[in-house]
């Protein structure tokens, strides 16, 4: 039934086309130290929270500036229809990153999307300093800076839905009931022989919840086994 679901989203290139932190570190860093750390931590020599923490630590840009180049990134259409959908199904949906608070938040409030719950890292400013802060970090969970699966987990009972692309987004995929998935998430669990829906745009999670909407027989998943 439709009230029973929990919808969650991870936010860099799930909600938006690219993968907009990323962007911001490559273009905000004096040095190409972020190689090195991204490095380290896809080499599983960094956790997540220390890859990220270096990472922003070493960046050199004004909250101004860097609020003036979120203003390029583009949200996908189909997910406001998402949200407008949950309301009136009164389910909960909420996003759960990597990224950051503050930009999340004024990337959303340019596109007229307000009050979604984002479980996120947070950002604190200098003058031209970033301070990152990782309240949701937990050790369990060393592939993400934020325990993303922890989040959803606290919604057991309910067949949760989860939407994400990267290697941040496996522990909370293997928790959830539905998955869709791309990019690296897709690969990792065909490597798992897990099933998960493809997904380039967000238009197939919009399907598959009008489907359950109307009390339909839900889309059989797409196995990816390698």
Request: hydrophobic letters at 50%; proline letters at 7%; a negative charge.
């Amino acid at each position: 039934m439709p009230h029973k679901l929990a919808l969650f989203f991870d936010f860099d290139n799930t909600l938006t086309a690219g993968d907009v932190l990323d962007e911001l570190i490559e273009a905000y860093s004096p040095n190409d130290a972020w190689r090195v750390w991204e490095r380290a931590w896809a080499d599983g020599e960094l956790s997540a929270r220390d890859c990220l923490r270096l990472q922003v630590e070493n960046m050199r840009v004004s909250r101004e500036r860097l609020f003036a180049h979120l203003a390029s990134v583009r949200i996908d259409p189909a997910f406001a229809e998402i949200v407008d959908w949950a309301r009136g199904h009164r389910i909960p949906v909420s996003i759960v990153s990597d990224s950051f608070l503050p930009l999340i938040r004024h990337v959303l409030h340019m596109h007229g999307i307000e009050g979604v719950p984002i479980y996120a890292n947070d950002l604190a400013f200098a003058g031209n300093r970033l301070m990152p802060l990782f309240p949701f970090y937990d050790p369990a969970f060393p592939r993400s800076a934020n325990a993303k699966a922890n989040h959803l987990g606290a919604c057991r009972g309910r067949r949760i839905v989860f939407a994400g692309d990267g290697h941040s987004d496996l522990d909370a995929a293997l928790v959830a009931d539905v998955v869709f998935a791309k990019s690296t998430l897709a690969r990792e669990l065909a490597a798992r022989a897990v099933a998960f829906h493809p997904f380039h745009t967000l238009e197939p999670v919009l399907g598959f919840l009008e489907t359950i909407g109307t009390l339909a027989p839900a889309p059989a998943p797409h196995a990816r086994l390698g």
